[in-house]
Every structure is written in C-alpha cells, then in structure tokens.
C-alpha cells in the first residue's frame, strides 16, 4: 500500500510540473520557480549531510558554484551539449567534495563547521577574483540553451519545454534517488553516523609504572560529549595517576589518550603543541 501511494504521488508531482507553467503563470514568475527548483535540489544535498548524516556542512555553496561555472564554461567557450557539461560539472564538484570530506571528516562539530565554512569563504573569493573563468560579481551571460529534440530549452513564452521543467524534473530525480538511497544500506549508515555519539575522550590501554610499582594497568574508557563521567575507587587505586596521565603532568608507559580524535599522551599541560587540548580535557 505504501509502495502505490508513493507512486501516486509522483505521477501527481510529474503532472503538476509539467503543466504548471501553461496555467497563466508569468514570465517573472516562471523564471523564480525555475531558481526555486535549482536552490531546492542543492537543499536536498544539504540535508542529506545535515539532516541524514547529522554533520555540519557549511561550503554547499562552494560545490554548487564549481559544478554551476564549470557547466557554463564548457557550453560557452568548449561547445558542449548541456548535459555532458553538466555531467562534467557535476563530477567535478564531487571530485572537491569528496577530497574536502576526506579531510574535514576528521573533525567533528563545530570544527567540521568551520572548516567548510572557510573552503565556501575561500571560494567565494576565488570566484569573485578570476572574472575570465566566472564573469566576476556579474557571473557568466550568454550561456547557450539547452537542446531538447531540436528546440531551445528556455522559459520563453514559445517553449514547448522550459527551464522551468528542466529544474523541477531534475529536482524530483534527485529526491526520488535519495529517498531511495537512504533505505538501502548506505542510507542507514548515514543515519547511523548521526545518532552515534561522539566521543571527546578516549583512553585506551593506559598504563603507569613507577619503577617497580605498577600504578595502572590496561585502563580503557571513552568520554562522550555532554556526559559526566566518574572515576570511583578505593585510596592506591590510581585515580590520581589517571588523571595526572590525562592532563599531562605524568607520561604513560603505554596506552593511548585521544582528545577529539587527536592523541595527546605525553604531550606537557601547556606549549604550543598539547595547551588548548589538556586545558579542555582535565577533570
């Protein structure tokens, strides 16, 4: 039954679409339809990293406006048919999302966020700074328009098929491949990265030695943001030593203290190097 209603409601979108701009709509109107389309389908790869994934990306702009110049570019100066720029553009910015997630992926919260958020920084003035490859604050004109069977694809008031329709359909592609990406297993992952908690601290294998006397041994634990964690034991258990390992004033013999994923055993409480991590992570 779900399976019928959901095919139900994409014949009604199809028809709604492909009908829409012949019912008295204006040109105007039609044409911020048309930019309405294009933001929604960059929306939808936003919320596939934030709302699915759980994870704080703010350079969506960045792979919007590469896969955008890069398509505009081949059409204009290479002579390439709309859909093999697009699909040129498109793998292009999935080239950059791809190498950016690589290393962002390493951070968490609200480093993830800045990090992206400076690649879109830093693309904006790049792409404000070389006006031959994307026309500057002015951005490119004179883009050919797409072929469909032999006739222009625009919003003119003679089109059989209009911009209009290539944004919402191209729209409706992408929320049905992800409706259905996020059912099979790789869509549960995703879910699965956002609901797992992070773990801010994490202690494996710990161990002290003091000459002869072994003051911890094989100690393993994990901190998780938000949590309050306790240390319970009786007077020579090691608490102190613990603690003195995590913060830095004594070095482990062995084991493993990650603060955000970073290890941080033996590093001093203050320098350069470990400062701001001991001074976050003392108890």
Known sequence: M???KRKVFWIGMTLVVAAAPFLGMEAYTIQIF???GIYATVALGLNLVLGNAGQI???????????????????LKAGLSFVIALAAGGCL???AGISLGYLALRFHGHYLAMVTLCFGLIMQTFFLQVP???????????IPSPQLFGSAVDNS???????????????MGMAWFLSNLLSLQRGRTLAALRDTPMSILEIEGLSKQFGGILALFDVSFEVETGSI????????????????CVSGLESPTQ????????????????????RESHEHSRP
């Open 157 to 171: 008031p003679g089109s059989w098929c209009k911009t209009f329709h290539l944004a919402w359909f191209l729209f």
């Open 229 to 244: 964690f306790g240390v319970i034991g009786p007077n020579g258990a090691g608490k102190t030593t613990l603690f003195n």
């Open 132 to 142: 031959d490859l994307t026309g500057g604050a002015a951005g490119v004109t004179d």
């Open 34 to 36: 048309t930019l309405a």
């Open 2 to 4: 779900e399976g019928a």
């Open 93 to 95: 910015a999935g080239v």
């Open 255 to 274: 084991g493993r203290i990650r603060f955000k994923g970073a290890g941080i055993e033996g590093l001093p409480p203050t320098g350069s190097s470990g």
């Open 57 to 75: 990306s703010l350079g969506q702009a960045a792979f919007f406006g590469i896969g955008a110049y890069v398509t505009a570019q081949l059409m």
